[in-house]
């Protein structure tokens, strides 16, 4: 097609009397300048004002109707072309478009080719295709391909790369779970939270920093319920072995008046009242010696049947005049 000639004729704005317009405007910017406004001549200061921006709106509205008159032929030639164009613009769409299906089908033909290859070789190294789904587009350049549509060797050894770089990545994070699997394992804690944690990117030493951490105070917890449970254990025990004692006691029917002495198994306070075997005295002889006699003491250990509480040796004490009492009751160790 010829070249489109078109002939341009420079506009010419005639400003009529223009020394006179511009000399009326400088007498009036020389009239104000350097003017200040007063609170006593307010009033009559926002009336100049607003006759001196009449002033400039004028001169202003001129300027733009010139520009809109100067304006319209060129608006009238664009209006034209653009009207003109339409029919070769239609032309070209429809042969863009039969371009965008072929490279769209040919870069489909790319795209699995590159599929191929990555399953192939993920496959073969045990890992999951998926994973390099995201990669699929970096290798789909036309410049990748040989004239026959095949991958080129270079971009192949890439892919090679990948797939190392990912069985590294993989078995790394195995080793790195076994760590934490045998690090919870040794110190009862939960693994899972942990390998959460290195999924998300988090680093291996302060994940283990982490759970040497929980560990120390999951330890100091159940150290302290346990020697809480052990106090409370004892206390039980305690007050189980006083109550059997109690028990014990109130089934002898002994008095209450014998001072309680060091802990036994079991404990019988013995004091004797009366020697059967002493000689008989007179009633002086006999108050006399009252007076000055001094009790002794026996402290006795006895094992006994739990079943049978009530040993044999309590008729004798009682026959014989011994006064006794139970002062602790608990399990041979």
């Known amino acids: 097609m010829n070249e489109i000639k078109v002939s341009v004729q420079n506009a010419i704005i005639n400003i009529e009397d223009r020394e006179k317009v511009e000399q009326q405007i400088n007498e009036i910017a020389k009239k104000y300048s350097g003017y200040l406004p007063t609170a006593d001549t307010l009033t009559g200061d926002k009336t100049t004002r607003a006759n001196l921006r009449k002033v400039r709106t004028a001169i202003d509205d001129k300027r733009k109707n010139v520009k809109t008159e100067y304006n319209e032929p060129l608006i009238e030639f664009e209006d034209w072309v653009e009207k003109a164009l339409k029919p070769l613009d239609s032309a070209i769409d429809a042969i863009d478009k039969g371009i965008k299906e072929i490279e769209e089908n040919e870069r ?3 795209l699995s080719a590159i599929k191929v290859a990555f399953t192939e070789k993920a496959e073969n190294a045990g890992l999951d295709p998926r994973i390099f ?7 789909c350049l036309a410049a990748n391909f040989t004239v026959h549509k095949k991958l080129k060797k270079g971009i192949l050894d890439e892919i090679d790369v990948s797939i190392q770089r990912e069985v590294q ?7 790195d779970i076994a760590s934490i699997s045998e690090i919870a394992l040794e110190r009862s804690l939960t693994a899972e939270p942990y390998i959460r944690e290195l999924d998300n990117g988090k680093g291996l030493n302060e994940i283990l920093q982490d759970m040497l951490r929980d560990a120390k105070a999951q330890d100091e917890a159940r150290a302290k319920r346990e020697a809480e449970q052990a106090k409370r254990d004892a206390e039980m025990a305690q007050r189980a072995s006083e109550f059997e004692a109690q028990r014990l006691q109130n089934s002898f029917n002994v008095p209450e008046d014998v001072t309680e002495q060091p802990k036994q198994a079991v404990n019988i306070v013995a004091e004797q009242i009366h020697q059967q075997s002493e000689p008989t005295l007179t009633e002086p002889e006999n108050e006399q010696k009252q007076e000055v ?3 002794k003491i026996l402290t006795l250990e006895i094992l006994i049947d ?16 011994y006064r006794y009492k139970i002062t602790n009751y608990e399990d041979v160790k």
């Open 108 to 110: 489909q033909i790319r």
């Open 133 to 139: 789904a995201e990669k699929y587009e970096k290798y």
């Open 169 to 175: 990545k993989q078995q790394g994070r195995k080793n």
């Open 293 to 295: 006699k001094k009790l």
């Open 306 to 321: 739990p079943d049978n509480p009530l040993p044999p040796f309590k008729p004798f004490l009682d026959e014989n005049g």
